[in-house]
C-alpha cells in the first residue's frame, strides 16, 4: 500500500533553515508528481510545491513565491522528495504533508511540524 513518512521538522528561529523529507514506498515512484502541502493553525490545507516525476518541472505556489526561498527536489533511487525552506518566517510555521495523487485519489504522510520562533 502507498506510505509516504515525512521527517525533518522541528524548531527553527526566524531566518532558519530546514530540509524536509519525505520516504515512499508502495507504488512506482519514478511515475507520479509529488507535492508538498501545508496546513497553519485554523487555516485550510495549502499547496507549497510540485515536482514533476523525473524532477525537470517544478511548480511552487504563488503564496510562497518570494516570501522565502524554497526548493522541492526529489531522488528518485531513493524514493525520496525533499522541500529545502530558507528565511523562514513564524507565519510559516505549519504542518507540512507530502502528498502523491494516484487515479484521482489523494496519498498523504501524517505530517512533520515546523515551528518557527524566538
Known amino acids: 500500500q502507498v506510505q509516504l513518512v515525512e521527517s525533518g521538522g522541528g524548531l527553527v528561529q526566524p531566518g532558519g533553515s530546514l530540509i524536509l523529507s519525505c520516504t515512499a514506498s508502495?507504488?512506482?515512484?519514478?511515475?507520479?508528481?509529488m507535492s508538498w502541502y501545508r496546513q497553519a493553525p485554523g487555516k485550510e490545507r495549502e499547496l507549497v510545491a510540485s515536482?514533476?516525476?523525473?524532477?525537470?518541472?517544478?511548480?511552487?505556489a504563488d503564496s510562497v513565491k518570494g516570501r522565502f526561498t524554497i526548493t522541492i527536489s526529489r531522488d528518485n533511487a531513493k524514493m525520496t522528495v525533499y522541500l529545502q525552506m530558507n528565511s523562514l518566517k513564524p507565519e510559516d510555521t505549519a504542518v507540512y504533508y507530502c502528498?502523491?495523487?494516484?487515479?484521482?485519489?489523494?496519498?498523504w504522510g501524517q505530517g512533520t511540524q515546523v515551528t518557527v520562533s524566538s
Open positions: 502528498n502523491v495523487k494516484q487515479r484521482s485519489r489523494d496519498y
Open positions: 508502495g507504488f512506482a515512484f519514478s511515475n507520479y508528481v
Open positions: 515536482i514533476s516525476n523525473t524532477g525537470g518541472r517544478r511548480n511552487y
